[in-house]
């Protein structure tokens, strides 16, 4: 049995593709998974599969969104040890890294695009690409950056979905229980 982390884009924001965290929990349970938590009304979710392939279960928690709540909700399913190289391998110092933002990609980006927008610069920014994560820090606060989810998806033409330092802190700790 694995531990897996689903990270759903996009829903409960600003009102938008609403899902309750109880009735996505009974809907998982249902498909056979074990062991399901959410996290936050963020789209978190923690959960325990015999299922080997993260990609088919990306598409079965895709399809059953779809066809519970008629909503097409881009998945990204990981195992917890992913999850945790993901966290650990992050560039900055520990100050900025407890204030930075993990853009993780569905997709590796084509690296013409990486050294594109590892060319542009902005004042109280930084950020560090690697195949699976964008690792971004703003001094300004996420609300006033240059950078944040939709630009990476816009310039690197991948799918993502961002979280906070303290989110993924608290998906590996409730992962780590889940195993």
Known sequence: METYIALLRGINVGGKN???MAEL???LLNMGLKEVQTYIQSGNIIFNSE????????????EAIKKRFELSVPVLVITSDALNTIFNTCP???EKKQK????????APE???VNEVLSMKFENEEINILANCVYFYSSIGYGKTKYNNNFFERKLKVTATARNYKT???LLELSENAS
Do not use: C, G
Not at 100 to 107: D, E, G, I, K, R
């Open 18 to 20: 609403k899902i309750l």
């Open 25 to 27: 929990r009974d809907l």
């Open 51 to 62: 299922e080997e392939n993260a990609s088919e279960l990306e598409f079965q928690i895709m």
């Open 92 to 94: 900055f110092s520990e």
């Open 100 to 107: 930075s933002y993990f853009s993780l990609l569905y997709t």
């Open 111 to 113: 690296i013409d695009l």
């Open 168 to 170: 993924m802190a608290k």
